[in-house]
């Protein structure tokens, strides 16, 4: 039982559109939601069916590129550089938190199924602590899950984002009860075309196990502005396509809800 999650939701009609498509197909279970993204009010109608429907909405954490507090914006290079020297501005980055949380019930009506951060920042030294903190006293018993980074096989992307905060993150989330996913599929440099990612979403899918979160960043149409159009209108073409399907039923792969898929398992 693998969790196949859509980031970004929010970001443009575009991504927007890829979600409720794969959700409808049946081949998404779980979208993580950029607050502060331009169409995240718009898709607020979107959201709330999915939610409907059983599946898991959570929120993107985002500190990086459209964070809801002006002052909260910075480059990742520079929020990583802060983090490891225990300069992060606390005050700042609690109210920052509590502002996506905010905006995310406002939406929702509800507290997220998960919480994970966009570009992984939720992982980082003082932001997981920060973050923790605050699900703990808004969500009490009925926690969100909290998604793991750990790596799966070679390569620099993936060894990277699970060395930055990782294995803290896990050991932080287990301390305090969160549920997590096992490790994390679907990391890659958004470089590839159809057939190089289909190859590698076999390799993932080969590679999974029960728990595991298989993230992607599919949209539909076109999109100037978004430096990975291209590489989200590939992801969307294979996970839409039969292929796809072929090979979840070569490997006896059903895709669930992160969250029941933690209730089976018991983790």
Same mark, same amino acid.
């Given at each position: 039982?693998?969790?196949?999650?859509?980031?970004?939701?929010?970001?443009?009609?575009?991504?927007?559109?890829?979600?409720?498509?794969?959700?409808?197909? /049946?081949?998404?279970?779980a979208v993580g939601a950029l607050v502060g993204a331009p169409a995240f009010v718009a898709g607020g109608a979107v959201l709330r069916r999915i939610d409907a429907e059983g599946l898991d909405v959570g929120l993107h954490l985002d500190l990086t590129e459209r964070p809801l507090l002006r002052r909260s914006s910075r480059p990742l290079s520079q929020i990583v550089i802060e983090a490891y020297a225990r300069q992060l501005d606390r005050r700042l980055l609690?109210?920052?938190?509590?502002?996506?949380?905010?905006?995310?019930?406002a939406a929702?009506?509800?507290?997220?199924?998960?919480?994970?951060?966009?570009?992984?920042?939720?992982?980082?030294? /003082?932001?997981?602590?920060?973050?923790?903190?605050?699900?703990?006293?808004?969500y009490g018993a009925r926690l969100p899950w909290l998604r793991c980074?750990?790596?799966?096989?070679? /390569?620099?992307?993936?060894?990277?984002?699970?060395a930055l905060g990782g294995a803290s993150a896990r050991k932080l989330a287990d301390k305090h009860g969160f549920r997590r996913?096992?490790?994390?599929?679907?990391?890659?440099?958004?470089?590839?075309?159809?057939?190089?990612?289909?190859?590698?979403?076999?390799?993932?899918l080969s590679a999974g196990r029960d728990g595991d979160l298989l993230?992607?960043?599919?949209?539909?149409?076109s999109q100037p502005h978004d430096p990975l159009a291209a590489a989200r209108a590939v992801e969307y073409s294979v996970l839409t396509g039969q292929l796809f399907l072929r090979m979840l039923q070569a490997r006896g792969i059903s895709l669930w809800p992160m969250s029941q898929i933690?209730?089976?398992l018991g983790g």
């Open positions: 039982m693998l969790c196949l999650v859509v980031d970004d939701f929010g970001l443009h009609t575009g991504v927007n559109d890829a979600a409720q498509r794969l959700t409808e197909l /049946g081949r998404v279970h609690r109210l920052e938190i509590c502002a996506q949380l905010d905006a995310f019930e929702l009506g509800h507290g997220p199924a998960f919480v994970d951060g966009h570009q992984h920042v939720h992982q980082l030294p /003082g932001v997981r602590e920060a973050l923790v903190t605050e699900l703990k006293q808004r980074t750990q790596r799966v096989g070679p /390569g620099a992307k993936p060894w990277l984002i699970s996913n096992r490790r994390l599929l679907g990391v890659h440099d958004f470089r590839c075309g159809v057939a190089q990612y289909a190859q590698l979403l076999a390799t993932w993230m992607c960043h599919p949209a539909l149409g933690l209730e089976r």
